[in-house]
């Protein structure tokens, strides 16, 4: 086996391209604390930082109201949002919370 040492600038570009997925345990709301998700519900969509868990609700950091996703592939896959009102601290109920999804990227922090 040979290992390769590249800068973390390098890392940084290159770690979405790589193709082995990763392996999370989610056995519990409080695994999600400390991750990036794309939340959709009932009636919206939010990305954002999981900093906590407040009885029915998450606790979201860096959050963006996400107004118009575009396709869903591309926004999963290459962060590819068409219109994004960043908002800050959100609190997201978890009883409206239809499906959720890893966040792989970096949060928008650009109204678009």
Same mark, same amino acid.
């Given at each position: 086996?040979?290992?390769?040492?590249?800068?973390?600038?390098?890392?940084?570009?290159?770690?979405?391209?790589?193709?082995?997925?990763?392996?999370?345990?989610?056995?519990?709301?409080?695994?999600?604390?400390?991750?990036?998700?794309?939340?959709?519900?009932?009636?919206?969509?939010?990305?954002?930082?999981?900093?906590?868990?407040?009885?029915?609700?998450?606790?979201?950091?860096? !959050?963006?109201?996400? !107004?118009d996703s575009g396709r869903f592939m591309?926004?999963?896959?290459? !962060?590819?949002?068409?219109?994004?009102?960043?908002?800050?601290?959100a609190f997201i109920n978890l009883e409206t919370v239809t499906?959720?999804?890893?966040?792989?990227?970096?949060?928008?922090?650009?109204?678009?």
């Open positions: 086996m040979r290992t390769i040492q590249i800068s973390d600038e390098c890392f940084e570009k290159l770690k979405d391209q790589l193709t082995e997925e990763e392996k999370t345990d989610y056995s519990g709301l409080n695994d999600l604390v400390g991750k990036k998700f794309f939340f959709r519900t009932v009636t919206y969509h939010l990305v954002g930082l999981v900093t906590k868990i407040m009885g029915n609700f998450l606790i979201l950091e860096n !959050a963006s109201w996400i !107004a591309q926004a999963l896959k290459n !962060a590819e949002l068409k219109e994004v009102e960043p908002c800050g601290v499906d959720f999804f890893p966040w792989k990227h970096e949060l928008p922090t650009l109204q678009k």
